[in-house]
């Protein structure tokens, strides 16, 4: 490196060289995937399920059965002469407790063999969908409030049926569904928190607790109108006071769409899309204020453009990211510009991209798990899933709380809890290549397996969490 003989080390990712003489990422080298914002070694589920004694191979994949929903699902072999032993709900409640909770693979699929490709490596295309359905007990709901909840299960979980004894995650439901699932309970008139769907997992135990809470007075909450002037959040207001919210600081996706998608139809779709989300019509001025607008303040017209490129063009992926780079400088927080969307058409008969660039004030990682969806959901006509808790009510109330003098009250805890802590933050004008501190350590084998698989399982974090919280406290 640059001739000194300096250590280097390998990232794990596959780039190539452009005409520009530009790195582009392709891919990984390794079998680490992000999935629901979180980096996952899939190699790492692999060694924790190969240590059950009745498995013979265990490998784990992402599937993206429907657009946008990413899951992890495993696909196991049983050891010789122990076929009948393999349990999918025993390896998913083993997975739990070694694992956290988004290392968790929501299905697991019990094969004779594994497929193999004829150089002998695992052939992912070859393993089949796991059948979600398969695991519903099928068992009819009794008052209205299961029905209700059955309906509302199968319709975020995207199954025909769903029983009432069928638990959420054993359906193949994650973190991010249950928000979904909370969302739509609560549309229909059910007090349901996230936490609920973790402790009571099937629609007869979340419909008894329910039951038992009805007397139960809900807190009075002041109702926000949804639009007008807004507080920053206090993940925007760091943003800003660490001088990254300019207008190009963005997360992108890029989407693959049928050669016969409607132009007008999609920007119908666009249009509702902004128009159902509060934060797309986020307006942040330079000054720190802000303000939610009211739906049809963001027309669709000035976020969709449409390009063309010739059939048969070699650089497609070049005017993809010319497209997207185009997109990204139209951006502009402090004029409401917060998404833009660029349709990049490759003629009759050949699939095109949709490009979709938004601010990182509105959307991370995350965040286009429900946009997407959303979005497909507009295009083909139905109505998304209702918004529980509006934006503006949501910051409104985070304020509040930051100021309650129970939570105040708290600052003498946490400062002594992070005392010393300032001394491993990074001076910006100095420690530029990141070299404000270093720990080295060599553990053993027998502590690194626990610290990799049966610590971050017991606290429900990842091993980053982990290892970051003993150097903190070190």
Not at 94 to 119: C, H, K, W
Not at 227 to 253: C, I, K, W, Y
């Amino acid at each position: 490196y640059g001739g000194s003989g300096e250590r280097m080390y390998r990232t794990g990712d596959l780039v190539r060289y452009n005409p520009a003489g530009e790195l582009e990422y392709l891919a990984r080298a390794d079998d680490q995937v992000k999935i629901r914002g979180f980096r996952v070694e899939l190699g790492e589920i692999e060694t924790v399920l190969s240590t059950r004694p009745e498995l013979a191979q265990a490998a784990v994949v992402v599937r993206e059965d429907r657009p946008g929903d990413r899951r992890l699902v495993g696909y196991v072999v049983a050891a010789e002469g122990r076929d009948g032993e393999v349990d999918p709900d025993a390896l998913r409640a083993f997975a739990r407790q070694a694992l956290p909770d988004y290392m968790v693979p929501s299905a697991f699929v019990v094969l004779d063999a594994l497929p193999l490709t004829v150089n002998g490596k695992l052939d992912r295309k070859a393993l089949p969908a796991p059948d979600y359905a398969a695991a519903s007990t099928g068992r009819a709901a009794r008052t209205p409030a299961e029905e209700l909840l059955c309906t509302l299960f199968a319709e975020v979980l995207g199954l025909s049926a769903v029983g009432i004894d069928d638990g959420f995650f054993d359906l193949g439901g994650d973190s991010i569904l249950s928000i979904q699932l909370v969302s739509r309970a609560r549309a229909a008139g059910l007090a349901l928190a996230v936490r609920d769907v973790f402790e009571y997992q099937s629609t007869a135990e979340l419909a008894a607790a329910l039951a038992e809470r009805d007397g139960d007075a809900a807190p009075e909450v002041e109702e926000v109108p949804p639009h007008g002037p807004v507080p920053l959040t206090p993940v925007m207001a760091r943003v800003a006071e660490l001088g990254l919210g300019g207008d190009d600081f963005n997360q992108s996706v890029a989407v693959s769409v049928p050669p016969a998608v409607d132009g007008d139809r999609l920007a119908g779709a666009l249009q509702r899309l902004l128009d159902h989300h509060d934060a797309l019509r986020l307006l942040v001025r330079p000054d720190g204020s802000a303000e939610v607008r009211p739906p049809g303040a963001v027309p669709a017209s000035d976020v969709l453009r449409v390009v063309t490129g010739a059939p048969g063009a070699d650089d497609f992926d070049g005017l993809v990211t010319d497209a997207a780079r185009a997109a990204r400088d139209r951006l502009a927080p402090a004029e409401g510009r917060m998404l833009q969307a660029v349709l990049v058409e490759r003629g009759p008969g050949v699939d095109g991209v949709l490009v979709l660039v938004a601010h990182h004030l509105v959307v991370d990682s995350v965040t286009w798990s429900i946009v997407v969806p959303d979005l497909a959901t507009a295009y083909r006509g139905d109505a998304p899933a209702p918004v529980g808790t509006s934006w503006r009510q949501w910051a409104t109330s985070l304020e509040r709380l930051a100021t309650d003098p129970r939570v105040e009250a708290e600052t003498a805890h946490w400062e002594h809890t992070l005392a010393g802590a300032g001394t491993l933050r990074l001076d910006r004008a100095r420690d530029v290549q990141g070299e404000a501190g270093r720990v080295g350590l060599d553990l053993p084998s027998d502590t690194t397996a626990a610290l990799l698989t049966e610590v971050p399982g017991s606290v429900n974090a990842g091993v980053n969490d982990v290892l970051l919280t003993a150097f903190a406290f070190a």
